[in-house]
């Protein structure tokens, strides 16, 4: 599908580009008849030019969105990196104010709470 749009996109910006794509009838003198030939060929490369300006428009408008939306997206991912870090500056400093009796009494509750729990469903 893309493939088409592109080959309709090309054939409306070179149509009767191709050499012998503009033909007139022999009543009109040589210099006449060139005249007429440039006279369309203009007036065709101005409808290609204005044809990729608004194209040309469309992606700088995208490119601008998405630049946008991708400085919001480092914003965020800086404050959440902040808010993580401090996070974790508290889990460092909980575990290393812990004494290490209090942290061998909650690891022997929890062995014996698996132990009991072990031997009445058992």
Do not use: C, P, W
């Amino acid at each position: 599908m893309n493939s088409r749009r592109e080959r309709n996109t090309r054939a409306a910006l070179f149509d009767g580009i191709e050499e012998g794509g503009i033909r007139a009838s022999s009543s009109y003198s040589s210099r006449e008849i060139d005249e007429q030939e440039n006279d369309r060929a203009i007036d065709g490369l101005q409808d290609r030019v204005s044809l990729l300006k608004r194209l040309s428009g469309d992606v700088h408008e995208e490119v601008e969105a998405h630049n946008s939306v991708l400085d919001r997206m480092g914003n965020d991912m800086d404050a959440s990196r902040g808010v993580l870090s401090g996070t974790m500056d508290k889990f460092k400093m909980v575990f290393e104010t812990k004494s290490s009796r209090n942290m061998f009494t909650l690891v022997t509750m929890f062995v014996v709470i698996f132990l009991i729990i072990y031997y009445l469903t058992r």
